[in-house]
C-alpha cells in the first residue's frame, strides 16, 4: 500500500464486495478517473463467486469534492448490484486501528 512520507493526506479507502461480473474494475475506474482521482493502490480477488476489491486513492487531483465522488458511487453501486463503500482514509484508519 502506498504509505510514502509526506504522502497527500487527501486519501480514501474505496471497497466493493458483490458477485462477480466482468466490468465492476472497469465502472469503478471510469467513475474515478472522470473526477480525477488518482488510484494509489488496488488489490482484487475473487473468492468462490465473490468479488472483493480494495481502493487506496488520491483525491487532491479531483475537480469534484469527497460528497459528489461518493454519491456517484453510490449510485455506481445500484447500477451494477454490488457494496461500495468509499471513506475518508483518517476514518477508515481510526475504525480499524488494532
Not at 39 to 45: A, G, P
Given at each position: 500500500m502506498a504509505t510514502t512520507e509526506g504522502a497527500s493526506r487527501n486519501r480514501a479507502v474505496l471497497t466493493v464486495l458483490g458477485s462477480d461480473r466482468s466490468g465492476i474494475v472497469a465502472a469503478v475506474a471510469t467513475c474515478l478517473a472522470g473526477h480525477d482521482v488518482n488510484?494509489?493502490?488496488?488489490?482484487?480477488?475473487i473468492l468462490q463467486g465473490i468479488f472483493t476489491m480494495t481502493m487506496i486513492c488520491d483525491l487532491d487531483p479531483s475537480d469534484a469534492d469527497f460528497a459528489h465522488i461518493s454519491a456517484e458511487l453510490d449510485e455506481l453501486s445500484q447500477r451494477l448490484g454490488?457494496?461500495?463503500t468509499f471513506q475518508r482514509e483518517d476514518v477508515f484508519n481510526f475504525m480499524y486501528r488494532l
Open positions: 488510484i494509489l493502490d488496488i488489490s482484487q480477488t454490488v457494496q461500495i
